[in-house]
């Protein structure tokens, strides 16, 4: 019904910025919250960031002060700048789209973002 599409992972050095990206397409109008996670090799899923569109957005303790989101509204993407990186910033990065009524959520396939020291 959503599919998402992570783009705009890389390589960068620790202090480097990366700009990711998050394009939904399907029943998208029924998006209520656009989030990102991140999956480092061996830890648990972590909540990075999420933009309520009826407004509003919420940033993780973790990265608050670094990273940012935001919706770049002429290309409908969910974008999630993240600046001063730390080698441990490094993981697979997801976006997820909260549906309407609650009981559904969609992912996408992830992008690597990899900080080296």
């Known amino acids: 019904q959503v599919q998402l599409a992570e783009s705009g992972g890389g390589l960068v050095q620790a202090g480097g910025s990366l700009r990711l990206s998050c394009a939904a397409s399907g029943r998208t109008f029924a998006i209520i919250a656009t989030d990102w996670f991140r999956q480092a090799p061996g830890k648990e899923r972590e909540f990075v960031a999420r933009l309520r569109w009826g407004g509003g957005t919420t940033i993780a303790d973790s990265v608050k002060g670094r990273f940012t989101i935001s919706r770049d509204n002429a290309k409908n993407l969910v974008n999630l700048q993240m600046n001063s990186l730390k080698p441990e910033d490094t993981a697979v990065y997801y976006c997820?789209?909260?549906?309407?009524?609650?009981?559904?959520?969609?992912w996408g396939q992830g992008t690597q973002v990899t900080v080296s020291s």
């Open positions: 997820a789209a909260l549906m309407q009524g609650g009981t559904e959520t969609y």
